[in-house]
């Protein structure tokens, strides 16, 4: 069973400390691995797609990043509006339905002024 | 660019009623997904349609069900509704059925009572 893991599950950071959020993914045949935004109440924020093992993605203060087993979304500098959750998501080719994302629970950061 | 659009935006619904929730995908886009997400989780895949074919299903059960109209509009229904079917209904859109980018809508939160 495809399985998506995303670590840690909340993260409060001081205005310009920088971090890394985690995507661990189990996927039998990855078909992309996909980072969201998600502002309280809305739908997700497209940010990235990554295809192949060390594959990188950079947009303002994220950069994302690409294992063979994992992911990481690195933050620099962050800024208050930089909070929110941040969902990761793998899309799995071999289910036959290749846009079903498996998505993790989500990264809730919180950047303080 | 109008991006996806859902509608309502907020619902109110009793046990046991049925309910309609309606998507708007891109213009151009093709492929539309459903996702349900639950309060603190990541979204959970419902259904994915095609060219107006259903082309992937979630472990859901049967009194989900959805379609997809000639101009790529969508609808997901519910039926019987469940207190445990209130969350956020998300839906996605992409340019085709594989390895493209999935836009989501702003949602359609479902209150069942």
């Known amino acids: 069973e495809d399985q998506v893991t995303q670590s840690p599950e909340a993260l409060r950071l001081q205005e310009g400390e920088s971090s890394s959020l985690n995507c661990s993914y189990t996927v039998s045949g990855l078909r992309g691995l996909f980072w969201y935004r998600q502002d309280p109440g809305k739908g997700p924020e497209f940010l990235f797609t990554?295809?192949?093992a060390g594959e990188e993605k950079e947009k303002e203060r994220l950069k994302a990043t690409l294992t063979k087993k994992e992911s990481f979304l690195h933050i620099t500098a962050p800024k208050p509006e930089d909070s929110a959750t941040y969902l990761c998501a793998a899309g799995d080719l071999s289910s036959g339905s290749a846009r079903q994302l498996t998505f993790g629970s989500g990264t809730q950061l919180t950047v303080l002024p | 660019d109008a991006g996806v659009t859902q509608s309502p935006t907020h619902l109110i619904k009793t046990r046991g009623q049925h309910v309609t929730l309606r998507c708007s995908p891109i213009?151009?886009?093709?492929?539309v997904s459903w996702y349900q997400q639950v309060l603190g989780q990541g979204p959970q895949f419902i259904f994915q349609?095609?060219?107006?074919?259903?082309?992937g299903r979630g472990n859901f059960p049967d009194r989900f069900s959805a379609r997809q109209f000639p101009n790529y509009s969508s609808e997901l229904n519910v039926n019987a509704l469940l207190l445990g079917d209130s969350a956020l209904y998300l839906c996605a859109s992409s340019l085709l059925g594989t390895g493209t980018e999935a836009f989501f809508g702003q949602g359609t939160r479902l209150t069942v009572v």
């Open positions: 990554l295809y192949s």
């Open positions: 213009s151009g886009h093709k492929s």
């Open positions: 349609y095609y060219e107006k074919e259903e082309r």
